[in-house]
């Protein structure tokens, strides 16, 4: 099948550096003679049509932007047969030949499905839980980690000031990869992540010992996913230790803000080899990082894969966190 139009969507949560990605499909593809089709709200705006016609100027000055140009959506009809259906003859229709689709695990089931009925769809990750297993880095990690660090050093300095305890809550859904690299960066005394079998006693006798050495003010990081939350935590160290401890959860403010070099720079690479796969009608594929080569998986195979903390990293964070 000869492919002239390509389509390109986010969908699930958005990322920093989801536009760096959207640029590189839209200007490579044009580098190539396709027509670019953006389509907004992910596949809800597939089903509803919701596109417009992409030049290398609608997408002039997005590269370093967060968020997402074309919106972002979960849609639940799209797990059904009549939605795909819908998404397969709106494809027909607009003329819509494949698909980039720049999100995570849910969108390339998603991807997945619209590829055997017919459309070509190739995945690229963007989260910024890093929790995709087939790919060593997904697009808006590298930032999310370094808002979360900037967020975190400054409530170093307040709880400094005030000699406190502040336990931070970060996101990660079920992974700990932000919470293990910006608890080792910020100088926390402890770490709660998901991979690990929370033990509070541990993290008490951790902070005694780095309060008789002489430590006056402490950061805890938990992930979101941890069994034992950062409220919880708080109140155990404050009544177990006797001292002051405040809780904090980040939230949202982690997937916001202008992507770091290093996200620009992979979404520019995996954008750019979604269209090389696209443009000769190959599908059912997401790109991923390895090491530094970016390479593609069968969208199946990928999702079958497992990805585990590096239990390494955890140790240096035991290492040098009193
Ligand atoms: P993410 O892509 O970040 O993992 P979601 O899991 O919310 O985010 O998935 C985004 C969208 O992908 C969903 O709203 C839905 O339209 C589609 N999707 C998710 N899971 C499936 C599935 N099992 N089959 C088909 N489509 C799915």
């Known amino acids: 099948m000869e492919i ?49 016609e992409m030049t290398a100027r609608t997408v002039s000055d997005t590269v370093h932007r967060g968020g997402t140009i074309l919106y972002t959506a979960r849609c639940k009809e799209f797990r059904e047969e009549a939605g ?18 720049i999100g995570g695990d849910g969108s390339y089931r998603g991807a997945r499905d619209l590829s055997v009925r017919g459309v070509p769809c190739i995945g690229i990750p963007g989260t910024i839980d890093n929790d995709i297993a087939c790919t060593d880095y997904t697009i808006g990690y590298d930032t999310a980690m370094n808002t979360a660090l900037d967020m975190i050093d400054r409530l170093m300095d307040t709880a400094m000031s005030h000699e406190r305890c502040i336990v931070v809550e970060v996101m990660g859904r079920g992974a700990g990869y932000i919470a293990l690299n910006t608890a080792i ?4 005394s402890a770490v709660l992540i998901p991979e690990v079998e929370p033990n509070v006693e541990a993290i008490i006798t951790r902070l005694q010992r780095a309060y008789s050495l002489g430590k006056k003010h402490s950061i805890v990081v938990v992930a979101e996913g941890s069994k034992v939350r950062a409220q919880e935590l708080t109140e155990i160290i404050s009544n177990r230790l006797n001292m002051e401890a405040r809780c904090m959860v980040l939230g949202h403010v982690q997937r916001g803000g202008s992507p770091t070099l290093r996200d620009r720079v992979e979404a520019s690479r995996m954008g750019c080899r979604a269209v090389e796969l696209l443009s000769q009608g190959i599908g059912n594929r997401v790109v991923c990082c390895k090491g530094n080569e970016i390479v593609d998986y069968d969208i199946l195979e990928a999702l079958q894969m497992k990805k585990e903390i590096d239990m390494h990293l955890y140790k ?5 966190s009193f």
């Open 84 to 101: 795909l259906q819908k998404a397969k003859d709106m494809c027909k229709k607009l003329g819509i030949d494949g698909i980039a689709v």
């Open 185 to 188: 960066a910020a100088g926390a």
């Open 316 to 320: 240096v964070m035991l290492d040098v």
């Open 4 to 52: 002239k139009t390509i389509g390109v969507l986010t969908s699930g949560g958005d990322a920093p550096g989801m536009n760096a990605a959207v640029r590189a499909v839209v200007r490579s593809g044009i580098s190539q003679g396709l027509k670019v089709i953006g389509i907004n709200r992910g596949y809800a705006g597939l089903i509803a049509g919701d596109v417009k």
